[in-house]
């Protein structure tokens, strides 16, 4: 049974032959240099892909851990503001509600940075 390589260079022209030989090792030779390269990069797609994939359940983890949080900030602040409005006083006078509000706003930053992310 004839190899590839054997039926390749029986159909070449006899005349022609050793040069075409060597021309075909020379290219055989540098395309099969090639194979550390694309198995070098094949190993690091699968690496960055294990760390996206850890990643994004992360973000996830952390996505909902945050909306929870903003819900009993949310709460929080509804209930100092309904606080405030039965006393006669400005809900901003009542101590650390401005960091509150500032958390909330950032809180929903950074959520809907998760959100787009994680479409």
Do not use: C, H
């Amino acid at each position: 049974m004839k190899s590839n390589i054997q039926k390749v260079y029986s159909k070449l022209p006899k005349t022609e032959l050793s040069v075409q030989k060597v021309e075909l090792a020379e290219n055989i030779k540098k395309l099969l240099g090639y194979y550390k390269g694309v198995n070098a990069f094949g190993k690091n797609i699968d690496i960055s892909i294990k760390e996206l994939l850890d990643a994004k359940n992360s973000l996830e983890v952390d996505s909902d851990d945050l909306w929870e949080d903003m819900k009993v900030v949310a709460k929080g602040m509804r209930l100092a503001t309904g606080a405030a409005k039965e006393l006669g006083i400005n809900v901003k006078d009542i101590p650390d509600y401005n960091k509150a509000l500032e958390a909330y706003k950032y809180g929903i930053e950074q959520g809907n940075k998760a959100k787009k992310i994680l479409k």
